[in-house]
């Protein structure tokens, strides 16, 4: 089960699962959720545009987002009105992922600089990126070349995504979301 809600008022992003919140931009980290939601519900009668008309300007792009937990991300923002682009390394759950409303799918392999800068540079607009794409190789993680390619896809091709959303996040004063397992 995975809920995404962009806070119209605090322009940020909660995504929340079973075990674990993410709050991005400038949500207080030591406000309880109750708070929070109460909160915003205060600021939204006084200084908010309706969630529909600021929802309907937004553009995401999520890594990782043909399968598990990205494809639940790109559905739930695309649910909420959203365009998004979900990237994924694999042609084959390019195709079993489908045809969406309000969701473009795209090759991408974030170990390739090239493929994640095409991405990026094909963009008019971007106001959220939420990197999920990983993969893991239990067990055969001890071989040094597993594990580079885990570092490559895991870490190094989030902060590639991450290097070339920032000008467009920048510009629209849009947020990031990596998503991590430990």
Not at 66 to 93: H, M, N
Not at 140 to 169: K, S, W
């Amino acid at each position: 089960i995975l809920l995404i809600r962009w806070d119209v008022c605090m322009r940020s992003m909660v995504i929340s699962a079973p075990f674990f919140i993410v709050r991005h931009l400038p949500l207080a980290v030591d406000r309880s959720l109750a708070q929070n939601d109460a909160y915003l519900a205060e600021r939204r009668d006084w200084d908010c545009v309706g969630e529909r008309e600021f929802d309907l300007m937004k553009m995401a792009v999520v890594t990782g987002g043909t399968r598990g937990i990205g494809a639940g991300v790109a559905q739930s923002l695309a649910a909420e009105g959203w365009p998004v682009i979900a990237a994924s390394a694999s042609p084959t759950e390019i195709e079993a992922f489908g045809m969406h409303d309000r969701i473009e799918t795209r090759l991408l392999d974030v170990t390739d600089a090239h493929s994640v800068r095409s991405l990026f540079d094909g963009l008019d607009q971007l106001d959220g990126l939420i990197n999920c794409a990983g993969i893991i190789r239990r067990n055969d993680e001890y071989d040094i070349d597993v594990f580079q390619q885990v570092i490559d896809v895991n870490l190094t091709g989030t902060m590639r995504c991450c290097l070339e959303a920032h000008p467009l996040l920048k510009k629209s004063g849009g947020a990031i979301v990596n998503m991590a397992s430990m």
